[in-house]
């Protein structure tokens, strides 16, 4: 089973997506930087990947951040996890869903064919950091709802389409 914790976005992070708004600027979904050091903001590089995969799969996806203002940490980990930190248009849809669930499967897929993982692929473990990003009918303010989500690759997936189809 996996587990759901809400967290907190850095401060950057939150105002970007407050001035996409809802629809995330005409993107499904959008790679947020998963690694904060001294009040800034970076995206790994595997990032790179799941930016490709995710727009294999067919989902209109972007970096939250321009080239510019992009900034990359560079590091080698001891042992293998799936981590990815991304934000969904509030109209994203099950077929969206459906994309954003695949292209997470091919990202164990990949680590297994470079060795990085042997084991099932429904068992790998996944560490998701989700954000939804809505518009208040009444008052048009953006609001942001990030949840982190742990556990194997099967039970993370399920966890989001719960979440992100309303039901959760």
């Known amino acids: 089973m996996a587990t759901e914790t809400p967290i907190d976005l850095p401060q950057d992070v939150a105002a970007a997506l407050a001035e996409r708004g809802p629809t995330l600027g005409g993107h499904q979904l959008v790679l947020l930087p998963r690694e904060t050091r001294d009040g800034r903001t970076y995206f790994l590089d595997d990032d790179i990947d799941a930016l490709t995969l995710a727009r294999e799969e067919g989902l209109d996806a972007a970096f939250l951040f321009d080239g510019e203002n992009r900034r990359f940490l560079h590091e080698n980990a001891a042992g293998w996890e799936l981590a990815a930190a991304v934000a969904v248009a509030e109209n994203l849809g099950a077929t969206g869903i459906a994309a954003l669930a695949r292209s997470l499967l091919q990202r164990v897929r990949r680590a297994k ?56």
């Open 113 to 168: 064919e470079e060795g990085l993982y042997d084991g099932e692929e429904s068992a790998a473990p996944l560490k998701l950091m989700i954000t939804q990003v809505r518009q208040d009918g009444v008052t048009g303010n953006t609001s942001t709802q990030a949840i982190q989500i742990e556990g194997n690759l099967e039970s993370v997936t399920s966890a989001v389409k719960r979440l992100l189809s309303g039901d959760g």
